[in-house]
């Protein structure tokens, strides 16, 4: 009686193990199709970043696309400081000098005393490193450009 017992749990377990492997089967055909077909999208969505890392108008657009995202998604971080800051570069998208942009920023700037305005400007500065580093999960970055001494919001996978 128990050897029949046994045997019939020997089968039982055959059985589940036969079982766990078909599901183990299915599954990886699921994964391999899924995998191809986020393949295809990586390969669109290359194409894409490529035309916005060479285009300015498409760069313009990624750039308003990201800060209307970055307002939808987390709207406490958009009412802060260093968006205020991105939207204001957003709307230059040749840039500003630094004067310009404390003038802009800081509206009663031109009225302040110099120390003042020194202290304000090692505010923004200080803006603008938490803007960087806040709004590079989001594909946009804050760049100097020392040429033309202006700076500028750029999404952070352009090519120089």
Not at 59 to 79: D, G, H, I, N
Not at 100 to 105: I, K, T, V
């Amino acid at each position: 009686m128990s050897i029949e017992l046994l045997q019939q749990e020997n089968l039982d377990l055959n059985s589940l193990n036969k079982c766990s492997r078909k599901n183990k089967i299915i599954r990886r055909k699921k994964y391999k199709r899924k995998s191809n077909y986020f393949s295809k999208m990586q390969n669109s969505l290359e194409l894409a970043l490529q035309e916005v890392a060479y285009s300015h108008s498409a760069a313009v657009r990624w750039t308003k696309l990201c800060l209307s995202y970055v307002e939808f998604v987390a709207p406490t971080e958009a009412s802060r400081e260093p968006a205020r800051l991105m939207r204001l570069l957003a709307e230059y998208p040749l840039g500003l000098k630094r004067e310009e942009l404390l003038e802009s920023f800081y509206l009663s700037y031109n009225e302040c005393s110099t120390n003042r305005k020194e202290s304000l400007r090692i505010c923004l500065e200080k803006i603008i490193q938490r803007a960087r580093t806040i709004f590079s999960k989001y594909d946009l970055t804050i760049q100097y450009s020392k040429d033309t001494k202006k700076y500028l919001v750029m999404p952070v996978f352009i090519m120089e």
